[in-house]
């Protein structure tokens, strides 16, 4: 109520700060036509002045110009002192044609003319021709205004032109304001102060004035009255979702409270309707995080395959039965945690007399301990305990899976077969932990000669191991500087425990397919054929199966 007063202030009002801006513009207008007027009726006396100085100098042209020409003071004197009395003429004098001063009023010494500012003082100069010779200059003659009476009829006809300007500025604005007044500002004031006192929700509506019914006031009545229909309408569709909200809550809260799976409803829209606290805890996320999920995506938030549990949701509403599976969710740290999730869609109670609200019924399970287990599992299956390379069963399912790709895609494969020489020396002398240190330091030399992660380095057992190269052929200088790399970094000393340097070598036969084979078991003969090729001409290099494609 405070608020909805202060609205109505003195300086809050819109007739109120229209009257202001009116009074502001017709005062800035009234200055501004004032200086224009002022600066009119300067020039106006200026011009009025100028115009009666030369009527008086050509009255008394003749007059002069004959007793110029006779030298005759007397009468010179007399027009002098007869045009003296007029109050605009401030001085007059009268010049020979040589420059020398005739007469002049008052009578004054010749230097005093010198305070005269021909620049800013009003005069006028009349060419005094001979009487009987009209191209025979006898003299001039000077009529000087007086400044100060110019500038006074100046300033009176500036007040007289500002005072009119300025009355004719008030009625318009006067005008104005009482028009804005009574078709705008008053029918807004009423129809705002009649909006302030409908209470929410009620069928009371707006009128319109007749004399309104055809303009903007009548549009901005009309909207007005849609927008409290609106209002209505959404009350009454809020009251409902509360009422759909409190049958559900009072369903299900007694199983959410106590159920030990973590439960969770979501809209059609994927936004959190409700869940138990074993949700909070099975996803990590704080009872106020999961207040948020109400006003976002639930699924985008909580799962880190979204679209796999969208699938669920599908297939869900395809079959209308549950839908189970194992999904993981949005990794936090760098431990990855899983759940087994039962989806089921069901449509709940009535929205309208033909729509149904649609629901995503959930059950989840904390099952990270058990992937973890099976991860470990797997790993262990598919790799080498001592050199944690792929072992020899998951080598030759990636070389297939590679293969798979070169028939499709028409890529190709190089597969390396590598034996290190000198190995069985260095076991047998300085022992398995020195052989098994030797292992694991030539794996991690194979890795990083390798480095592609989409690639393959794998022990095939004892002291033999595989490289397979995807999307490189025989003709590829990577293939060349991978294996170059992988005899450099090999041959390099390794040192043992006790501080001992140890050398080994290693031989390394090369295929290629699909030039050789796109058959993995005759690819991997044909490379470890080459490799015992080598170590049987010299060790310690690499070769190509034959036939070599250059």
Known sequence: MNDTKRGFGVFAGLQTRLLLIIILGAVIFSIAAGLFAYHLGEKRGISTSQATLTDLAQAVEKTVAIGAFASDSVLLAEVVNGLARNSLVALVQVESADGDILAQNPQAEPRALNNLDTTRNTYVKQVLYSPFDEKEIVGFLLIYAHQDQIAKVAKQEALTLAWMMVGQTALVAILIYAVVAALVSRPITRLAEQLRIMSPGTSERLETPSLHRGDEIGILINSANELLDSNTVALTRERELRHEIELMESQ????????????????????????????????????????????????????????????????????????????????????RRWVHCLISVHAGPSVTDTLRAITTEGVMYDITERKSVETAVRYQADHDALTGLNNRASSHAIIERFLEECRTNATAVSVMCIDLDGFKQINDRYGHEAGDKVLIECALRMKNAVRRSTDLVGRLGGDEFVVALRDIGPSDDALTIVADSIMASVCAPIVLKDGTKVHVGASIGIACAPIHSLDRVTLLDMADASMYKVKRTGKNTYAMAYPKIL
Do not use: C
């Open 252 to 335: 299900y809260r007694q199983i959410f409270d106590s159920s030990s799976a973590g439960i969770f409803v979501l809209d059609q829209n994927g936004l959190l309707i409700n869940s138990n606290p074993t949700v909070s805890k099975v996803v990590g996320m704080s009872l106020s995080g999961m207040q948020q999920l109400k006003h976002d995506n639930f699924i985008e938030r909580v799962f880190g395959q979204p679209d796999k549990v969208r699938a669920m949701v599908q297939e869900s509403i395809r079959t209308g039965e549950t839908v189970s599976g194992d999904l993981e969710l949005v990794q936090k740290g760098d431990v």
